[in-house]
C-alpha cells in the first residue's frame, strides 16, 4: 500500500465527514476551531483499511478493512500468498464494507499459504452462516482482471445500500443481498479467474457474472444462498470454461447460465467434470433449484458431472425460455439419489430432457434407481440423505471436515466419461500467468480415484 493511497484515502473521507455533520447538524457554514484536537484526521492504515487502494498487499500480512475499499480504474492490487483479509462487518446497512473493483484485482495464495478473506473470528460461527457480513467483491464496467488463485471467501451478502455500484447499475435493490462476487464485463475485455478457491457461507450467489472471459476450475462453494441462490450464476457475455469444481449444499443451482441481459457475446459456457453433493433444497419456489441449468438463449457442453442427492438433474428449460439447444451437447452424467423423489428427477419434470420426444435421455447417462449406482466417495457415506434438514437454512449442516469427495477403488464413476471433446478455452493469460485448461476426464465428477 502507498503512503500516498492512504492520505488520500483519508482526505476525502474527511471532505465527506464534514459534509455530513455540516448538513446534518447545522445548515451554516461549518467553522472548524484550528485548536480542536478532535478533528483530527483519520489516516488509512493495515488495521484501519478503507478509501482507495493499489500496489501490493505483502505476503503474510493482515489487513482490516473498516470501510468501502475501491481499486480505481486502471490501477491495479496485488495481493501475495498467506495475506489474511478481514472485513469489519456486521450484516447491517451502513457497517458492512464491500471491495469496489474498478480496476484489477489479483490475489495470489499457495497452496500453502492461502488468500483469505473473511471476518473477525468472533463471528465466524454457524450461526452466522447465512448472516450476510460483509458486501463481497463488486467488479464494475471499467474493471481490468479478476483473479482468485488459492483464496478463502466466507461470510459475504450482506444488504445493498443506495451508493452501492450493485444497486446503482440495477443489478439488485437497495436491501437486497450482495454477492460474494459481482462481475460487469462488456465484450470480453476482462478475464476472470477462480482458481482451487473457496467460497463458502454466502447469503445468495456466491459468484454473479454480466460478462468475462472466465475460468472456474479446481475450486469448492459451500452453503451458497440461504434460501435462494447458486453458486455460479452467469449472464449474456460469459463465456469459458467452469470444470473440476466441488459444489456442496447450493441453495439452488450448481451452475446456471442464461443468455439474459443483452450484453454480447452469447453465453456460451462449458460444464464438465464438476461434483455436486446435495443441492437445490433451500429454494423453496417451484421448479427451481437442483444441480446444473441452462436457459433463455444461453449454449455450451455439458458433459461428466457427477450428482448426488440434489433436487434436480441437469434442466433444459422449456420453449418459454429454453437455451440455444442447436448449439447445445450434454450427456455422460452420473446420477444418485438416495429418495425416490430424488430419482424421479434426475430428468427434471419442469425441464425437457427425456421429457419431449426430440430430447431423449442420454444413453451415455448413469442413472438407476434408489441407492443404485453409489459413487463410493472416499469418505461420504450415502443411503442416509435427510431432505428435511436440507431444506431447512437453520439446521442444514456444514460440510464435514474429513468429508473427501474422491472415488473409492472400485467406484464405477471411475470410467465411462466423455473425453472426446475439447474445453472452451485451452488456456488463459492473464497479467503475465498462463493458466492451462484441465481436459476432460474418464472419470465423472471433480476427483478421480483416491491414491
Known amino acids: ?47 484501519n483499511m478503507f478509501g482507495e487502494v493499489e500496489g501490493v498487499w505483502p505476503s ?35 457497517s458492512s464494507p464491500e471491495i469496489v473493483v474498478r480496476g484489477s484485482l489479483y490475489a495470489y495464495g499457495t497452496e500453502n499459504a492461502r488468500v483469505r478473506f473473511t471476518v473477525p473470528e468472533g463471528r465466524r460461527t454457524v450461526a452466522n452462516t447465512f448472516a450476510g457480513l460483509w458486501g463481497g467483491f463488486t467488479a464494475t464496467e471499467t474493471v481490468g482482471d479478476l483473479v482468485f488463485e488459492y483464496a478463502d471467501i466466507e461470510y ?30 462488456d465484450g470480453l475485455t476482462s478475464n476472470f479467474i477462480v482458481w482451487h478457491t473457496r467460497i463458502a457461507y454466502s447469503k445468495d450467489d456466491a459468484i454473479r457474472l454480466n460478462g468475462a472471459k472466465t475460468l472456474i ?3 469448492t462453494f459451500e452453503l451458497n444462498g440461504e434460501t435462494g441462490g447458486e453458486a455460479v450464476n452467469t449472464k449474456s457475455g460469459t463465456v469459458g470454461d467452469f470444470c473440476f469444481n466441488l459444489i456442496y449444499g447450493s441453495a439452488t443451482n450448481g451452475l ?30 417451484a421448479g427451481r433449484g437442483g444441480s446444473l441449468n441452462y436457459e433463455n438463449g444461453s449454449r455450451g457442453q455439458c458433459f461428466n458431472n457427477l450428482v ?14 429454453q437455451p440455444d439447444l442447436a448449439n447445445t451437447e450434454w450427456g455422460f452424467h452420473y446420477y444418485y439419489g438416495d429418495e425416490e423423489i430424488i430419482v424421479e428427477e ?12 426430440d430430447q431423449p435421455r442420454p444413453a451415455s447417462d448413469i442413472a438407476g434407481g434408489v441407492g443404485e449406482n453409489d459413487p463410493l466417495f472416499a469418505n461420504h457415506a450415502l443411503g442416509s440423505f435427510d431432505i ?31 473425453t472426446e471433446f475439447s474445453p472452451r478455452y485451452a488456456s488463459y493469460e492473464v497479467n503475465g500467468k498462463t493458466y492451462t485448461t484441465p481436459t476432460p476426464q474418464a472419470y465423472f465428477g471433480a476427483f478421480g480415484a483416491a491414491n
Request: charged share 20%.
Open 156 to 185: 459475504a451478502g450482506a444488504p445493498g445500500e443506495a451508493n452501492n455500484p450493485i444497486v446503482q447499475e440495477g443489478e439488485i435493490s437497495e436491501g437486497e443481498p450482495r454477492y460474494a462476487i459481482y462481475m460487469q464485463d
Open 1 to 47: 500500500m502507498k503512503m500516498t493511497n492512504w492520505l488520500r484515502s483519508s482526505f476525502i473521507a474527511a471532505l465527506v465527514f464534514g459534509f455530513v455533520a455540516c448538513s446534518e447538524n447545522d445548515p451554516g457554514p461549518n467553522v472548524q476551531d484550528p485548536n480542536d484536537d478532535d478533528d483530527e484526521e483519520v489516516i488509512a492504515s493495515p488495521e
Open 388 to 418: 428435511a434438514s436440507a431444506r431447512e437454512a437453520s439446521t442444514v449442516g456444514r460440510m464435514p471436515a474429513d468429508a473427501d469427495f474422491r472415488l473409492s477403488a472400485g467406484s464405477p464413476a471411475l470410467t465411462g466419461a466423455n
Open 308 to 321: 448426488v442427492n440434489s433436487r434436480y438433474g441437469l434442466r433444459m428449460v422449456p420453449p418459454d425460455d
Open 60 to 94: 503474510g500480512s493482515t489487513y482490516t478493512i473498516t470501510g468501502d475499499v475501491v481499486i480505481p480504474e486502471g490501477s491495479s492490487l496485488t495481493i501475495e500468498e498467506g495475506v489474511t483479509v478481514i472485513i469489519d462487518g456486521d450484516g447491517r446497512q451502513g
Open 217 to 219: 476450475a479446481h475450486s
Open 256 to 285: 446456471k447460465v442464461a443468455n439474459s441481459k443483452g450484453r454480447t457475446p452469447q453465453a456460451d459456457n462449458y460444464f464438465y467434470n464438476n461434483t455436486i453433493v446435495d443441492s437445490g433444497w433451500r429454494r423453496v419456489q
Open 346 to 357: 434426475f430428468y427434471p419434470s419442469n425441464g425437457t430432457i427425456g421429457r419431449v420426444e
